[in-house]
Protein backbone atom coordinates (compact mmCIF):
# COMPACT_ATOMS: atom_id res chain seq x y z
CA UNK A 1 0.00 0.00 0.00
CA UNK A 2 0.97 3.53 -0.68
CA UNK A 3 4.34 2.68 -2.68
CA UNK A 4 3.00 4.30 -5.58
CA UNK A 5 3.02 7.73 -4.02
CA UNK A 6 5.96 7.28 -2.28
CA UNK A 7 7.84 6.33 -5.73
CA UNK A 8 6.26 9.22 -7.43
CA UNK A 9 7.52 11.48 -4.83
CA UNK A 10 10.98 10.16 -5.03
CA UNK A 11 11.08 10.87 -8.94
CA UNK A 12 10.12 13.98 -8.71
CA UNK A 13 11.05 15.40 -5.75
CA UNK A 14 8.37 16.02 -3.56
CA UNK A 15 8.76 16.68 -0.15
CA UNK A 16 5.71 14.16 1.25
CA UNK A 17 6.39 13.50 5.10
CA UNK A 18 8.93 11.26 6.37
CA UNK A 19 8.60 7.36 6.74
CA UNK A 20 8.47 7.97 10.73
CA UNK A 21 6.76 11.14 10.54
CA UNK A 22 3.60 9.58 8.88
CA UNK A 23 3.40 6.66 10.76
CA UNK A 24 3.29 8.63 13.97
CA UNK A 25 1.33 11.59 12.93
CA UNK A 26 -1.12 8.34 12.26
CA UNK A 27 -0.67 7.07 15.20
CA UNK A 28 -1.40 9.94 17.10
CA UNK A 29 -4.86 10.20 14.96
CA UNK A 30 -5.87 6.62 16.43
CA UNK A 31 -4.77 7.22 19.43
CA UNK A 32 -6.27 10.82 20.27
CA UNK A 33 -9.66 9.67 17.97
CA UNK A 34 -9.38 12.32 15.47
CA UNK A 35 -12.00 12.52 12.79
CA UNK A 36 -12.10 16.07 11.56
CA UNK A 37 -8.38 17.14 9.74
CA UNK A 38 -7.55 20.15 8.18
CA UNK A 39 -4.64 20.02 5.93
CA UNK A 40 -2.50 22.71 4.65
CA UNK A 41 -0.61 21.52 1.77
CA UNK A 42 -1.74 18.77 0.45
CA UNK A 43 0.94 17.94 -2.62
CA UNK A 44 0.23 14.51 -3.98
CA UNK A 45 -2.32 14.08 -1.54
CA UNK A 46 0.43 11.47 0.13
CA UNK A 47 -0.43 12.25 4.03
CA UNK A 48 -3.83 13.13 3.61
CA UNK A 49 -4.50 9.26 2.13
CA UNK A 50 -2.48 7.84 4.65
CA UNK A 51 -4.41 10.13 7.39
CA UNK A 52 -7.65 9.06 6.19
CA UNK A 53 -6.75 5.75 5.83
CA UNK A 54 -6.33 5.37 10.10
CA UNK A 55 -10.29 5.25 10.37
CA UNK A 56 -12.89 5.30 7.28
CA UNK A 57 -14.98 7.62 9.58
CA UNK A 58 -12.10 10.62 8.96
CA UNK A 59 -13.29 13.61 6.92
CA UNK A 60 -10.45 15.52 5.26
CA UNK A 61 -10.08 18.77 4.22
CA UNK A 62 -6.84 19.44 2.36
CA UNK A 63 -5.96 22.53 0.36
CA UNK A 64 -2.65 22.52 -2.13
CA UNK A 65 -1.67 25.79 -4.16
CA UNK A 66 -0.04 24.23 -6.97
CA UNK A 67 -2.13 22.97 -9.87
CA UNK A 68 0.91 19.94 -11.11
CA UNK A 69 0.25 18.22 -7.58
CA UNK A 70 -2.95 19.20 -7.00
CA UNK A 71 -4.11 17.17 -10.12
CA UNK A 72 -2.06 14.30 -8.86
CA UNK A 73 -3.26 14.40 -5.57
CA UNK A 74 -6.77 14.16 -6.81
CA UNK A 75 -5.55 11.59 -9.08
CA UNK A 76 -4.60 9.42 -5.66
CA UNK A 77 -8.00 10.36 -3.95
CA UNK A 78 -9.77 8.51 -6.70
CA UNK A 79 -7.39 5.70 -6.68
CA UNK A 80 -7.76 4.88 -2.69
CA UNK A 81 -11.48 5.44 -3.08
CA UNK A 82 -11.63 8.65 -0.33
CA UNK A 83 -13.17 11.10 -2.91
CA UNK A 84 -16.20 11.29 -0.18
CA UNK A 85 -13.87 12.13 2.80
CA UNK A 86 -10.95 13.84 1.53
CA UNK A 87 -12.00 17.52 0.16
CA UNK A 88 -9.26 18.49 -1.75
CA UNK A 89 -9.32 22.41 -2.53
CA UNK A 90 -6.98 24.39 -4.81
CA UNK A 91 -6.28 27.49 -3.50
CA UNK A 92 -3.43 29.30 -2.00
CA UNK A 93 -3.94 28.42 1.73
CA UNK A 94 -3.62 32.31 2.98
CA UNK A 95 -6.55 33.32 0.82
CA UNK A 96 -9.02 29.97 1.95
CA UNK A 97 -11.82 30.94 3.14
CA UNK A 98 -12.96 27.54 4.90
CA UNK A 99 -15.93 26.97 7.82
CA UNK A 100 -16.29 24.27 10.33
CA UNK A 101 -14.39 23.09 12.93
CA UNK A 102 -11.36 21.08 13.30
CA UNK A 103 -9.81 18.08 15.49
CA UNK A 104 -6.59 18.71 13.93
CA UNK A 105 -5.10 20.98 11.73
CA UNK A 106 -1.91 20.26 10.26
CA UNK A 107 0.10 22.41 8.83
CA UNK A 108 2.77 21.02 5.94
CA UNK A 109 3.08 24.01 3.66
CA UNK A 110 5.84 26.70 2.93
CA UNK A 111 7.99 26.81 5.96
CA UNK A 112 7.86 31.24 5.68
CA UNK A 113 3.84 31.08 6.24
CA UNK A 114 3.93 28.84 9.60
CA UNK A 115 2.54 31.44 12.12
CA UNK A 116 0.20 32.86 9.36
CA UNK A 117 -1.51 29.69 9.01
CA UNK A 118 -1.52 29.05 12.86
CA UNK A 119 -2.85 32.41 13.07
CA UNK A 120 -5.65 32.00 10.34
CA UNK A 121 -6.86 28.48 10.82
CA UNK A 122 -6.39 28.66 14.65
CA UNK A 123 -10.22 30.22 14.37
CA UNK A 124 -11.22 26.43 12.62
CA UNK A 125 -9.83 24.49 15.60
CA UNK A 126 -12.33 23.20 17.92
CA UNK A 127 -12.06 23.73 21.72
CA UNK A 128 -9.97 20.77 21.87
CA UNK A 129 -8.57 20.52 18.93
CA UNK A 130 -4.19 20.27 18.04
CA UNK A 131 -2.33 22.45 15.64
CA UNK A 132 0.44 20.12 13.87
CA UNK A 133 3.58 21.77 12.10
CA UNK A 134 6.01 19.66 9.89
CA UNK A 135 9.39 20.26 9.17
CA UNK A 136 10.92 22.16 12.08
CA UNK A 137 14.47 20.73 12.07
CA UNK A 138 14.47 21.49 8.45
CA UNK A 139 16.65 18.28 7.31
CA UNK A 140 18.63 19.60 10.72
CA UNK A 141 20.07 22.61 9.43
CA UNK A 142 17.61 24.57 12.20
CA UNK A 143 20.21 23.18 15.04
CA UNK A 144 23.10 22.95 13.30
CA UNK A 145 23.47 25.90 10.98
CA UNK A 146 27.02 25.02 9.93
CA UNK A 147 24.93 22.52 7.53
CA UNK A 148 22.98 25.78 5.65
CA UNK A 149 24.80 25.99 2.08
CA UNK A 150 22.53 28.47 0.51
CA UNK A 151 21.07 32.25 1.18
CA UNK A 152 17.73 30.35 0.54
CA UNK A 153 18.29 27.78 3.03
CA UNK A 154 19.19 30.66 5.63
CA UNK A 155 15.90 31.91 4.76
CA UNK A 156 13.68 29.33 5.78
CA UNK A 157 15.80 28.28 9.11
CA UNK A 158 15.27 32.08 10.14
CA UNK A 159 11.77 31.82 9.56
CA UNK A 160 11.43 28.24 11.17
CA UNK A 161 13.25 29.87 14.24
CA UNK A 162 10.82 32.71 14.37
CA UNK A 163 7.90 30.23 14.12
CA UNK A 164 9.31 28.24 17.23
CA UNK A 165 9.84 31.37 19.28
CA UNK A 166 6.24 32.54 18.16
CA UNK A 167 4.80 28.84 19.17
CA UNK A 168 7.35 28.88 22.65
CA UNK A 169 5.42 32.57 23.52
CA UNK A 170 2.35 31.95 22.42
CA UNK A 171 -0.26 32.72 25.30
CA UNK A 172 -3.04 30.52 24.00
CA UNK A 173 -1.33 27.22 22.94
CA UNK A 174 1.48 25.36 24.47
CA UNK A 175 3.66 23.48 22.31
CA UNK A 176 6.08 20.37 22.48
CA UNK A 177 8.29 18.94 19.75
CA UNK A 178 8.97 15.63 18.79
CA UNK A 179 12.02 14.71 17.00
CA UNK A 180 10.49 12.02 14.70
CA UNK A 181 10.74 12.71 10.28
CA UNK A 182 11.46 16.09 9.67
CA UNK A 183 10.46 17.65 13.36
CA UNK A 184 6.97 18.31 14.25
CA UNK A 185 5.69 20.60 17.02
CA UNK A 186 2.39 19.60 18.31
CA UNK A 187 0.38 22.56 19.87
CA UNK A 188 -2.60 22.27 22.03
CA UNK A 189 -4.87 25.15 23.61
CA UNK A 190 -3.73 25.84 27.30
N1 LIG B 1 1.59 17.05 3.20
C1 LIG B 1 2.23 16.46 2.02
C2 LIG B 1 3.47 17.22 1.60
C3 LIG B 1 3.27 18.68 1.37
S1 LIG B 1 4.67 19.44 0.58
C4 LIG B 1 2.61 15.03 2.34
O1 LIG B 1 3.30 14.81 3.35
O2 LIG B 1 2.22 14.13 1.59
C5 LIG B 1 4.18 21.10 0.72
C6 LIG B 1 3.12 21.51 -0.26
O3 LIG B 1 2.57 22.76 0.16
C7 LIG B 1 3.64 21.75 -1.70
O4 LIG B 1 2.99 20.90 -2.59
C8 LIG B 1 3.32 23.21 -1.98
O5 LIG B 1 2.88 23.45 -3.30
C9 LIG B 1 2.20 23.49 -0.98
N2 LIG B 1 2.05 24.88 -0.58
C10 LIG B 1 3.04 25.75 -0.26
N3 LIG B 1 2.52 26.95 0.06
C11 LIG B 1 1.17 26.83 -0.05
C12 LIG B 1 0.09 27.72 0.12
N4 LIG B 1 0.29 28.99 0.48
N5 LIG B 1 -1.17 27.27 -0.08
C13 LIG B 1 -1.38 25.99 -0.47
N6 LIG B 1 -0.39 25.10 -0.65
C14 LIG B 1 0.86 25.51 -0.45
MG1 LIG C 1 6.58 18.35 5.38
Redesign the pocket.
Same mark, same amino acid.
Given at each position: MFKD?EEY?KENR????LPDG?DYLCNYIKEHNIKRIL =??????????I?MASVSDDIHIAT? =???EV?YNEAVKNINKYNLVDRINIIL +????N?VIGGEFDLI?I???KG?NIN?FKKYSANLAKYGIIIT +?NLFFHGLVNDESLIQTKNQRGIVRKIKEFIKFLDTNEDFVTEYISVGDGIAISKRK
Open positions: MAVPIMI =EIGSAIGYSARI =EKDR +DDALTFDASNF +D
